[in-house]
C-alpha cells in the first residue's frame, strides 16, 4: 500500500515528522545513514489489535509469520542507520498452550543473522506489572529490550547514564555527608606504593598474614583516605582494596575506586510501567525507558526513527531531549495523536525557554 505522509513542514516544528502507511513501504523509501537510532515497541504476537488493517503485525496465523513480517522491517532499516547507528527493540514474549514462544530471542537471532550484531539483552523490570490471575503461570513482570549495533562499534554515551548508589547492596544506601565524600587521589605515595607492591609480590604461600599491608596502609599510598566514601558505591575506601592474593596474582593490590560520575548501569533497568489515558494508545512504554536509550545511543540533533510509533512515546523523548525524529504508524489516528502529542511536548519545552 503506498504510504501517506504528514510531513513537518506541515506543522509549526521542523524537528519531527510523522509517516502514514505500512512500516516495511516506508522503511524502504527513506534516506539512508540518517538515523543514530531506531528506538520502538512494535506490537507483539497475537497480544491485541489495534485497528482492522489486515496487514497490521501482530495478527499473523504462526508465530514464525509474525517473526518474518517484523524481522524483514528491521532487516529493511538497517541500511538507514548511520555506520555508528544503532537498533533498539521493547518486546515482550507470548505464551501459547502454557508454553513460552521465546519471541525476543528468535527475533535476536534472526537479525544476527541477517547482519546486525547483537549488543546486549537487557531486562525491563515492570516494578508495577499487574498480577497474573493464572492458576499454574507466573506473573509475567519484565520484557526485553533488545540492543543491535550495526556494526562492531555504535556510538555509547555511558556517561550519561551512570548511576549512583551501594553496588554491594548492603542495605545502605543513603549518601554520606559531603565532606566525607573523595572524588579523587589526593598526594599518592609512589615510594610506598613500590614498597607494598614490592611485599606483594616477593611473598610466597608461606609469608605471615601480619607481612602483608593493610588496607588502610594501601589506601593512604594511593591518596585516598581509608574512612571516607566513594561517591559511586558509598564505600569506604578501605573496602576498595582487594584482599590478600599470593601467587601468580602479580596486579595486587588492585585499588578499585568506581568512576566519579556514577557506577555502569546493569542489563537490569527497573522502571513502572506506564498506563493508557482516555483514548491515547494503549500500549505505551515509559518515556523515562526511552530517555535513557535515548541518551546513551544519541547525541542532540541526531535523527531516530521508530517504525512503530503509536502515541509516539519516542518522539516525545527525543524531541525533549534536543533530538530530531521520524515515525512510521499504520493507522492514521495514531500518526495525527503522536503528532499532536510530540507537538504538545516541544511547545512545553518552548515555554520553558529550554
Known amino acids: 500500500m503506498p504510504a501517506v505522509a504528514l510531513y513537518c513542514e506541515n506543522l509549526p516544528s521542523q524537528s519531527f515528522q510523522i509517516i502514514h502507511g505500512n512500516a516495511y513501504h516506508v522503511v524502504q523509501g527513506l534516506q539512508a545513514k540518517r538515523f543514530r537510532a531506531i528506538i520502538t515497541s512494535p506490537p507483539y504476537y497475537g497480544h491485541r489489535r489495534y485497528g482492522s488493517d489486515g496487514m497490521e503485525i501482530g495478527r499473523e496465523q504462526s ?25 533498539w527493540i521493547v518486546i515482550g514474549d507470548t505464551r ?38 493464572s492458576p499454574d503461570n507466573f506473573s509475567q513482570s519484565y520484557e526485553y529490550v533488545l540492543f543491535f ?19 554491594a547492596m548492603l542495605g545502605k544506601t543513603e549518601m554520606p555527608p559531603q565532606h566525607m565524600l573523595q572524588y579523587c587521589p589526593e598526594n599518592p605515595d609512589k615510594k610506598e606504593i613500590e614498597r607494598i607492591l614490592d611485599v606483594i609480590h616477593k611473598s610466597t604461600p608461606k609469608t605471615p598474614l601480619s607481612s602483608f599491608p593493610s588496607t588502610s596502609e594501601i589506601s593512604w599510598a594511593y591518596g585516598y583516605d581509608p574512612d571516607k566514601f566513594c561517591p559511586t558505591c558509598y564505600r569506604k575506601f578501605k573496602r576498595h582494596v582487594t584482599r590478600r592474593r599470593i601467587g601468580g596474582h602479580r596486579h595486587y593490590p588492585i585499588f578499585a575506586v568506581c568512576n566519579p560520575t556514577g557506577k555502569n548501569p546493569s542489563n537490569v533497568w527497573e522502571i513502572a510501567n506506564r498506563a493508557h489515558l482516555g483514548s491515547q494508545h494503549f500500549a505505551i512504554f515509559p518515556e523515562e525507558l526511552v530517555k535513557r536509550i535515548i541518551k546513551f545511543s544519541t547525541e542532540p540533533g ?32 495514531n500518526v495525527n495523536n503522536a503528532a499532536a502529542n510530540i507537538l504538545q511536548a516541544e511547545n512545553l519545552i518552548s515555554g520553558s525557554g529550554q
Not at 508465530?63 to 542507520?81: C, D, G, K, M, T
Not at 535523527?303 to 492514521?332: E, H, K, N, S
Open 302 to 333: 541526531d535523527w531516530i526513527l521508530d517504525p512503530f510509533a503509536g502515541r509516539g512515546t519516542t518522539g516525545i523523548a527525543a524531541v525533549q531531549l534536543g533530538r530530531r525524529f521520524v515515525g512510521i504508524d499504520l493507522y492514521l489516528e
Open 63 to 87: 508465530v514464525e509469520q509474525y517473526l518474518q513480517s517484523i524481522s524483514q522491517v528491521f532487516i529493511a532499516a538497517n541500511r538507514l542507520l548511520t555506520d555508528d547507528g544503532s537498533l
Open 149 to 167: 549495533s550495526k556494526n562492531s562499534r555504535s556510538y555509547a554515551n555511558l556517561d550519561a547514564i551512570r548511576v549512583q548508589g551501594n553496588e
Open 96 to 133: 501459547r498452550r502454557k508454553e513460552k514462544l521465546r519471541v525476543p530471542h528468535r527475533l535476536a537471532d534472526l537479525l544476527a543473522n541477517a547482519g546486525y550484531k547483537f549488543r546486549e539483552d537487557i531486562v525491563w523490570y515492570k516494578k508495577n506489572s499487574v498480577s497474573s490471575s
